[in-house]
């Protein structure tokens, strides 16, 4: 590869909020953005980036859009086998589909096999950049990272730590979860481009002792995320509050064990109460809406214009897989039909921007991953905004690019990814 990368086309990025103001004011539109080293060297106009850098191997993708990676802020990687299993809510899909799959992960052999055809998967539909839970199993933890570690992928990852209300196979204890999730810290934590993230499955599959241990383990390492699952289903609430009879709220099930904090990602946040929503905002903490795991699962539906407007930070994604696709453009759609139903549809460049720079807000990564700007690391996505004949006849007569662009985001796949680069290396 040469040394400076200059690729061609429809360049989106952002220079602000979609959310804040006219949407498409956030927008900036270029023509062509270098690669140089593994970053975003510059981005502006097509010919004076050639005449600047005559050096540059140039790729022309034509009327294709490139824009940041698609960043994936919630997803379990070792559902990927199960995606997809038929009819159940939350509490009786887990004990039906997922526990029985994630028992497999012990097997570092299955556990590589299957994070290897995740990344597959993921690269394939545009995503470059998740947080993953893993499974109680160490090797799953290495499994992941190693994968994302070959392909030079920014991750964040952690072992799922359950200690009650699971098969024995999937258990730990406070004492095991705290010690091998900083074993698994501190020998992944910051080496290349992986993060680890401390990761208690949610409140129902820990004990109070073991939540304690996570925000015992939290407080030694607070740079780190902390990832967990918040007010998904009004079942699991009920439940909650039945096993934690001392509990304000569901959120207090954290709080009072140090597991609320600036750098906590909490998935679902559905059904929150009032007390709930101010302190997650006041905490600064992030919330992720999994929009076609919220519908698949039965869950409900995610306020965004409210929580929004509250100020917090929010970002997209699959739940891969309590989510039914690997495909964060069919995520967007999920959450523009969901902005539907709640009376608030969201504007394309809304939705781009929750899958890229709102997702790397969730995982404090905004300042290298997300966007495209000079300095940033240079994972993107180029699309093909005809890739099928019902999307291009649709297209086709668009009047800008946000019209052009919302046919993919309703009707697109994997077929509208037409190149992915990773660190500055092509990787579709
Ligand atoms: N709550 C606890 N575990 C899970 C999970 O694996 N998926 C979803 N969607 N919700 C959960
Ligand atoms: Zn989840």
Redesign the pocket.
């Known amino acids: 590869m040469a040394q400076k990368m200059l690729l061609k086309g429809r360049v989106v990025s952002f220079r602000g909020s979609p959310f804040d103001g006219e949407p498409t004011d956030a927008a900036r539109l270029d023509e062509a953005v270098l690669i140089k080293d593994g970053h975003i060297a510059e981005i502006g106009a097509a010919d004076s980036l050639i005449r600047a850098h005559p050096e540059a191997e140039v790729k022309d993708h034509g009327d294709h859009l490139i824009m940041a990676g698609f960043v994936d802020p919630h997803v ?1 990687f070792p ?1 990927t086998a199960m995606i997809a299993s038929w009819g159940k809510r ?1 509490i009786d ?2 004990n039906t589909y ?1 526990f029985p799959e994630e028992m497999k992960f012990g097997d570092i052999d299955y556990a590589t096999e299957v994070a290897n055809r995740y990344l597959d998967l993921t690269t394939a539909h545009g995503t470059t950049t998740m947080c993953s ?1 893993c499974t109680i199993h160490p090797e799953s933890v290495d499994a992941f990272f190693s994968a994302a570690q070959q392909r030079g992928q920014r991750v964040v990852a952690g072992k799922t730590c359950m200690d009650r209300n699971a098969p024995d196979g999937l258990c730990d204890t406070a004492q095991t979860a705290y010690d091998q999730s900083a074993a698994l810290l501190e020998k992944w934590h910051g080496i290349d481009r992986l993060s680890y993230a401390i990761t208690p ?2 409140s ?2 820990s004990t109070p002792e073991q939540l304690e241990a996570m925000g015992a383990l939290w407080a030694e390492h607070p740079h780190c995320l902390m990832q967990t ?1 918040l007010s ?1 289903q009004t079942d ?1 609430i009920e439940w909650v509050k039945s096993l934690f009879p001392d509990a304000r709220d569901y959120l207090d099930t954290y709080e009072k064990f140090g597991l609320l904090g600036q750098n906590g990602v909490y ?2 946040v559905i059904h929150l109460e009032d007390r709930e929503r101010h302190r997650l905002r006041e905490m600064d903490a992030a919330l992720v809406h ?1 929009p076609t ?1 919220n519908t698949f ?1 039965g ?1 409900g539906l995610f306020d965004m214009n409210g929580l929004m407007s509250e100020g917090h930070r929010i970002g997209l994604a699959t ?1 891969t897989g ?2 039914s696709s690997f495909s964060m453009l069919r995520t967007m759609a999920s959450a523009y039909e969901i902005g539907q139903l709640r009376g608030h549809p969201l504007h394309p460049a809304q939705l781009l921007w929750l899958g890229t720079v709102g997702s790397a807000r969730v995982l404090r990564m905004d300042a290298r991953i997300g966007n495209i700007a000079p300095g940033m690391e240079a994972d993107l996505v180029v699309l093909d905004l005809a890739s099928t004949p019902a999307i291009a006849q649709r297209e086709a007569h668009a009047n800008d690019i946000w019209e052009a662009v919302f046919p993919t985001i309703m009707m697109g796949d994997d077929r509208a990814i037409s190149e992915v680069w990773i660190g500055g290396h092509k990787a579709v």
């Open positions: 379990h559902q939350l899909w887990l997922t839970f499955r949610f129902p599959t699952h998904e699991e998935g679902h999994c795991s699962i869950s739940d309590g989510g």
